[in-house]
């Protein structure tokens, strides 16, 4: 029996100490499971208070980042278009600059025209008055006599050139008196060289050799010859050769007649090979 009370002594003190070590197990495992609750509260306010806020910051710093970006190329754009509105700007002052020359060039040039318009028109003018003034030299039943300022085309008794006749001497008399009252505003002018050779081919075309028409040839021929003697503004001397069926019927100082015949009309005393 005292053998089996130690047994029993021993198996309580070997319960109480398993019953003890079990306690202690619960104890620990109550104690870890306590430090894992507060490691996971930890965790959350750690993640709450530290990681959650850097988390937001970075995500807005990452959407500052974007629009710092967009604002960026913005920028970059607008520089472009700066620069683009500089060079804009610079042309914009060359064509100004370029403009205003050009304007005082028109400007000029219109001045210009404006002067050798009215510098025409004087000398239109005066070449009218010599026009006329021949004009009723050699034909009595002229009234009035010009020349058109723009087309420089003449006009008798009001009537243009081209209305005058188809063709004949009323023409030719209208022709040679124009040029020759050119020649009388050209001896006018001392800056012009009068042409010291005239050559006129049928002056008295239209005219017979009878009557009026063989006075208004003559008349016509002693004109060119008067052309011919007067010297111009420069004392030059005037040649004017007219070719003419008949000659005149008296001699005409410093009038030179060389005759051709009907069947060989080469000028006597020209070189072989100029005839």
């Not at 002052?93 to 005082?104: P, R, T």
Request: charged share 30%.
């Amino acid at each position: 029996m005292q053998e089996a009370r130690e047994q029993r002594d021993r198996a309580r003190a070997a319960r109480q100490r398993t019953d003890d070590a079990a306690a202690a197990a619960r104890l620990k495992a109550l104690q870890a499971d306590q430090a894992v609750r507060e490691a996971y509260t930890r965790a959350a306010e750690f993640g709450r208070d530290l990681v959650d806020p850097q988390r937001e910051k970075a995500r807005g710093l990452e959407a500052a980042a974007r629009e710092l970006a967009d604002r960026l190329e913005q920028l970059a754009r607008h520089l472009r278009e700066v620069d683009a509105l500089h060079d804009l700007e610079r042309g914009r002052d060359h064509l100004a600059s370029a403009k205003g020359k050009a304007q005082e060039e028109f400007t000029g040039a219109e001045t210009a025209e404006t002067n050798v318009s009215e510098h025409a028109k004087a000398l239109a003018q005066r070449w009218s008055f010599f026009f006329e003034k021949r004009m009723k030299a050699t034909d009595p039943q002229v009234r009035s006599a010009s020349i058109d300022a723009d087309g420089f085309s003449p006009l008798v008794n009001g009537r243009s050139f081209d209305a005058q006749a188809v063709a004949g001497a009323v023409l030719v008399r209208i022709n040679i008196n124009a040029m020759l009252a050119l020649r009388d505003l050209m001896a006018e002018v001392p800056a012009i060289l009068l042409p010291g050779f005239l050559l006129i081919d049928s002056p008295l075309s239209g005219l017979g050799t009878h009557g009026h028409d063989r006075e208004a040839g003559e008349m016509m021929l002693r004109t060119l010859t008067d052309c011919a003697l007067r010297p111009d503004a420069q004392d030059g001397v005037q040649q004017v050769i007219c070719a003419v069926n008949d000659p005149l019927s008296e001699p005409v100082s410093g009038v030179r007649e060389i005759l051709v015949g009907k069947t060989v009309r080469y000028i006597p005393g020209l070189p072989a090979n100029l005839a």
